[in-house]
């Protein structure tokens, strides 16, 4: 499969999720909520990857710009890493990590510790992370990634049952 | 909050950068079509003259569109927001 055609169709399954509904927000404010209590970080995110930019389209504890813009540029994204791969990623201290140290939003924002999950639709399309962030490394158990993964998979689940979800052409 | 972009650097939409962004997903021909729709419905036309407000404005009709359109605009939409407060600041 292209890329163009992978890009578009799992885009196509982001906007039928219909993410902006009022309901869908306060589900996935609730599951970041969640996260962020699980893996006891101060913020707790869904991030939903785009062609460009990551959307938080839910969020617990995050302040400043962030929050007010309410994403940021996909380049600076931790949780693309976890659309590319399709798997967790746990990054106990991103100051020393040879992959994120120079990340902007490590360098300028404080971001240390990150523990996203994949969140994958019906049709198998990874459409973003649930995620925890710290501004201290710190380590994770594995115990706590799994029941982030128990969490993502209910969450998906929830969405996808709701009733502002647009029905496919196809 | 104050722009801080002297320490924060931060890339500037273009007419050019989203059309190739767009283009990435539409092919050219279709984003070329989307944009240029989007910037007579907000009473804008699709030149390399536009800047990052009008990106904005054409972005947030966009994110009200279905499909595909929709979360392009939101893409478009915080690549727009990240620009102007890390320049400019919050209004």
Known sequence: MSDLRESSERLAEI????????????LLDELAAAASKLLELPIGLVSVVLSDAQWFAGQKGLTGWLAAVG?????????????ETGEPLVVADAA???????????????????????????????????????????????????????LAVRAMQNLESLPGRQVSAC | MSGHTSIFPVSKPTVASVLQ????????????????????????????????????RIA????????????????????????????????
């Open chain 1, 96 to 150: 020393t990590d040879p992959r994120f140290a120079s990340n902007l939003l490590v360098v300028h924002e404080g971001v240390r510790c990150y523990v996203g999950v994949p969140l994958i639709t019906q049709a198998g399309h990874v459409i973003g992370s649930l995620c925890a962030i710290g501004d201290a490394a710190r380590k994770v158990e594995s115990r706590q990634i799994a029941s982030l993964r128990q």
């Open chain 1, 15 to 26: 906007a039928r999720l219909s993410l902006g509904t009022a309901e869908a927000r306060h």
């Open chain 1, 71 to 83: 994403g940021t540029p996909r380049e600076w994204s931790f949780c693309s890493t976890v659309v």
């Open chain 2, 60 to 91: 947030a009709f966009l994110s009200t569109q279905p499909g595909l359109p929709s979360v392009l605009g939101i893409a478009l939409q915080i690549r727009c927001d990240t620009y102007l407060t890390l320049t400019k600041g919050l209004e």
């Open chain 2, 21 to 56: 962004s767009f283009g990435g997903v539409l092919g050219i021909a279709q984003a070329e079509r989307v944009l240029s729709d989007a910037a007579a419905q907000t009473g804008l036309t699709l030149d390399g003259n536009l800047d990052v407000e009008d990106l904005h």
